[in-house]
């Protein structure tokens, strides 16, 4: 089983549950990885024997700037449904949005919400 990764795609949002996330906005990034049968589907230099990378990274980038959600779960979800109906070629996809800046009082570095699903 082959697999196409994006990593660390920025994009700013207004995703979040508190006022200063859905005014002011934040930077989040995304990381896909799309499992599909790479070793026997591609075979030659046809383009249309894979899933391109740079429609991976416009149907992301497009689901994430044009929607407002509450919960960064929502927003996963979201891209992922999206992607899989993209891409039946794709037998799983595995992705996670990560959140830099959140306001609450404590230490640590990011939050990440991960997600996975499957074509039929």
């Known amino acids: 089983m082959g697999q196409i ?3 660390n795609m920025r994009f700013y949002t207004h995703n979040g549950v508190f006022t200063e996330e859905k005014t002011l906005g934040q930077q989040i990034s995304v990381d896909v990885a799309v499992d599909y049968d790479i070793e026997n589907k591609v075979k030659d230099d ?3 024997t894979t899933i391109s990378y740079a ?4 149907v992301i980038r497009d689901y994430v700037t044009t929607h407002d959600f509450n919960l960064m779960e929502s927003v996963a979800n979201g ?3 999206t992607l899989l109906a993209k891409f039946p070629m794709a037998e799983k996809i595995r992705l996670s949005v990560k959140k830099y ?3 609450i009082v404590g230490v640590f570095d990011d939050v990440i919400i991960t997600v996975e699903g499957h074509n039929d």
């Open 55 to 58: 429609d991976v990274f416009e």
């Open 46 to 48: 046809d383009l249309t």
């Open 79 to 81: 891209v992922l449904t």
């Open 101 to 103: 800046s959140v306001p």
């Open 5 to 7: 990764q994006v990593t």
